[in-house]
């Protein structure tokens, strides 16, 4: 089976996973992605919950002047995760690249409504 892979806008080669059946590029690409088009760009994360059950992230991407890009959250239980606490703030770091538009056609998953 070949390995696909995205060519940014610099030509680095990011690879595509098959994610049940979906293209998905990994969230610490999308993190070069951003960082090759936008290095003064920051990536700011937050755990605004860290209860017995579960974690929630709230990740903001901001652009060089400190204006707001794009604010998301992630959530994740322990039962299903025992490193829910990373989990939960790679996946706001996920969502919140995605609207910035960073592999939003990669990004069915985190954007799944379901």
Known sequence: ??????KTKN????????????PY???????????????????????LVNEKDHSI???TIKDETGRVI?????????KHFPDAIEKSETKSIG???G????????AEIDFDEM
């Open 99 to 106: 609207l910035c538009g960073f592999a939003t056609q990669f």
């Open 57 to 59: 992230f709230k990740c």
């Open 70 to 78: 794009a604010t998301a959250h992630g959530r994740e239980d322990y």
């Open 11 to 22: 030509g680095t080669d990011l690879p595509i996973l098959n994610l049940k059946g979906k």
């Open 1 to 6: 089976m070949n390995q696909e892979y995205f």
């Open 95 to 97: 969502r919140a690249l």
């Open 25 to 47: 590029l990994q969230v610490a690409h999308r993190i070069l992605w951003m960082r090759e088009e936008k290095p003064r760009w920051s990536i700011e994360t937050e755990q």
